[in-house]
Every structure is written in C-alpha cells, then in structure tokens.
C-alpha cells in the first residue's frame, strides 16, 4: 500500500517501512510520473493513469500497480 498525502505543498508517498518526497515529471508520451527523491531510495518512477487512480512502477521483469480505494 502506498498514502499518498501532501504535506506543506509537497506530495510525499508513504509507504510503511520508508517514505519519499516525490517529483511530477511529464513524460513524451503525455503521462505524468511521480519520481521518489528521498535520499537512499530516490529514483523510483510510477506512472499515473486511469484518471489518476492507479500508479505503476515497473522493474525488468516486473509491473506492481497500486489502486486507489
């Protein structure tokens, strides 16, 4: 499970065990991903889609995907 939250105009994933400061970055495509940029676990990219209710992260042999409730 992910919370997602913002906190003094700052989105912040909170994911149990760690938790990270995201960035948006608009992608060629038109997507928008959030990118984790807490130190010690920054870079991790998930993509936004089905009208912002779900994120996706991928890895090289992996797709997780979170729903919002």
Do not use: C, M
């Amino acid at each position: 499970d992910i919370d997602v939250r913002r906190e003094g105009g700052r989105t912040v994933f909170d994911f149990g065990e760690f938790r990270s400061e995201v960035a948006t970055r608009k992608n060629p495509d038109g997507s928008i991903s959030f990118l984790t940029i807490a130190p010690g676990i920054s870079g991790f990219e998930f993509v936004v889609s089905d009208g912002g209710k779900r994120l996706t992260i991928r890895d090289a042999q992996h797709e997780y995907v979170f729903i919002a409730s």
